[in-house]
């Protein structure tokens, strides 16, 4: 069974900082990850997702995450933040033939003026 | 050209009662799921369909059932309401059914139970 951890619950940083999101995971077939967006009161909108290939993974609005298959991880990364990047983040994954994403608990991100 | 789309936004229900939640999948996607998301977490699975035949299920009781048309659209049935039940309920659709299709989600249902 595949699991998707995410280590922070809350990440405040300030305008035009650099920040990184952590996400973790755990499954003993291959593994597709995938990071969405989720503005209040809004659906899921998918920024990104590593299938195969380049381990390095650019998404829309200047998002990038690296997938790590020795430290089973794929961390959200994004060089310099906006106020309009505040959300709530979700790493997701899906493996071998379970259909279904398993997501993980969220981040929430807070871009502080 | 149109994503996703969920009907009712939000609705209000009390324990016990029914409540029908509708969803339309983007035009050529054949795959419809299911998610619940509680408050505070990450949205978990209920049920998958694929060409109108149920393809997964997650854990959840029997009081929660589905089914796909075939004009692709899909309906998420809840019997017996729980406080518990309060959530958004999130449709998402994909073009197959493999694990490595994207999906897309709508804009959710946000179910309240008194």
């Known amino acids: 069974a595949q699991s998707v951890t995410q280590l922070d619950s809350q990440v405040p940083v300030f305008e035009e900082a650099p920040v990184e999101l952590r996400c973790n995971y755990s499954?003993?077939?291959?593994?597709?990850l995938f990071w969405y967006v989720q503005y209040p009161n809004q659906g899921l909108q998918l920024l990104l997702k590593?299938?195969?290939?380049?381990?390095l993974v650019k998404g829309i609005n200047g998002f990038e995450a690296e997938f790590n298959k020795s430290q089973t991880s794929f961390h959200l990364r994004k060089p310099s933040v906006h106020i309009s990047d505040t959300a709530e983040y979700f790493c997701?994954?899906?493996?071998?033939?379970?259909?279904?994403?398993?997501f993980g608990s969220g981040t929430q991100l807070t871009v502080l003026p | 050209d149109a994503g996703v789309t969920q009907s009712p936004t939000h609705l209000i229900k009390t324990r016990g009662q029914h409540v029908t939640l509708r969803c339309s999948p983007i035009?050529?996607?054949?795959?419809v799921s299911w998610y619940q998301q509680v408050l505070g977490q990450g949205p978990q699975f209920i049920f998958q369909?694929?060409?109108?035949?149920?393809?997964g299920r997650g854990n959840f009781p029997d009081r929660f059932s589905a089914r796909q048309f075939p004009n692709y659209s899909s309906e998420l049935n809840v019997n017996a309401l729980l406080l518990g039940d309060s959530a958004l309920y999130l449709c998402?659709?994909?073009?197959?059914?493999?694990?490595?299709?994207?999906?897309?989600f709508g804009p959710g249902t946000r179910l309240t139970v008194l």
């Open positions: 998402a659709s994909s073009q197959g059914q493999v694990s490595t299709d994207t999906q897309y």
């Open positions: 499954s003993s077939v291959s593994v597709y």
């Open positions: 590593y299938l195969s290939g380049s381990t």
């Open positions: 997701a994954g899906s493996s071998g033939s379970a259909r279904q994403l398993t």
């Open positions: 035009s050529g996607h054949k795959s």
């Open positions: 369909y694929y060409e109108k035949e149920e393809r």
